[in-house]
């Protein structure tokens, strides 16, 4: 297929290379982590629409050759403390970053990665269809299901995620807001991640073993709706009606 073709490059030869040689430079000066943003989601995702398991091409799935490089460029060099940052699905992914068929990797432990994805969603755009269970949930589950090294993911929730980076630990928190559809300061916590340096995996149990929607592998999922007044700093439950704004005919 198209996307196993090693001359295909998603940054194109001279970027490419430009990538390799500062991944190893910041080795060399002593950085305490690489944080590498992308617009799409780098980790291996299958999904499966029915009629078996498949890898979407609009990601790095479509460039498995430009992966499989990166990936040997830092588990040779061992290159570890990796942070990738994506987005661009609509939706929320939080994995292990593995090499699959080539490096052993335990997904209860973590052993065996060399880094950490997290992908955010959006912030207005729509995602899954459907109300949260048992559309956006059924969904999740069978994601991480597919995708032994994905860890948690989430459809539903429109919203952002909050990085802290320290010489020692590196903590992700998830934020969803229980609706776009009108102006409001509420913003839902959804799940909470750490890495810790040198671990080259989340720390488990992942997320503290609970998050507030989508999927958990080996975690708990439950539907608080535990809202935050971003303006006040008061908490409540709130519910919302309309998560989007209805469309115009």
């Known amino acids: 297929m198209i996307r196993d073709d090693p001359s295909r490059t ?13 991944l190893s430079k910041s080795k060399e000066r002593g950085a305490s982590w690489r944080l590498i943003g992308n617009q799409i989601i780098f ?29 040997e460029h830092l588990y040779d060099n061992n290159i570890g ?13 939080v994995s292990d970053l593995i090499w699959l068929g080539n490096k052993e990797y335990d997904n209860t432990t973590g052993s065996g990665s060399i880094g950490v994805e997290f992908a955010g969603t959006a912030v207005s755009s729509g995602g899954v269809d459907g109300p949260i269970e048992p559309d956006a949930g059924t969904a999740a589950r069978a994601r991480v299901q597919s995708n032994p090294e994905l860890m948690w993911q989430e459809g539903y929730y429109r919203g952002y995620f909050r990085l802290d980076v320290t ?14 559809a009108s102006r409001n300061a509420w913003d839902i916590p959804l799940a909470n991640f ?8 989340l720390q488990r149990p992942v997320a503290g073993g609970h998050a507030e929607s989508g999927a958990l592998r080996y975690g708990k999922v439950t539907h ?5 007044d971003t303006e006040t700093g008061k908490w409540k439950n709130v519910g919302f009606d309309t998560m989007y704004l209805p469309n115009k005919p």
């Open 167 to 180: 010489p020692k630990k590196v903590s992700a928190q998830f934020y969803g807001s229980p609706s776009v």
């Open 224 to 228: 608080t709706n535990l809202t935050l």
């Open 43 to 71: 980790s291996r995702i299958t999904e499966d629409w029915g009629d078996g398991e498949v890898l979407p091409g609009d990601n790095w799935n479509g460039y498995v050759a430009n992966r499989k490089r990166t990936l």
């Open 81 to 93: 403390n990796n942070i990738f940052l994506a987005g661009d699905s609509h939706q929320n992914w």
């Open 194 to 201: 750490t890495v810790l340096s040198g671990e080259n995996h």
């Open 10 to 22: 998603l940054m194109g030869s001279r970027q490419e290379k430009w990538f390799y040689r500062n």
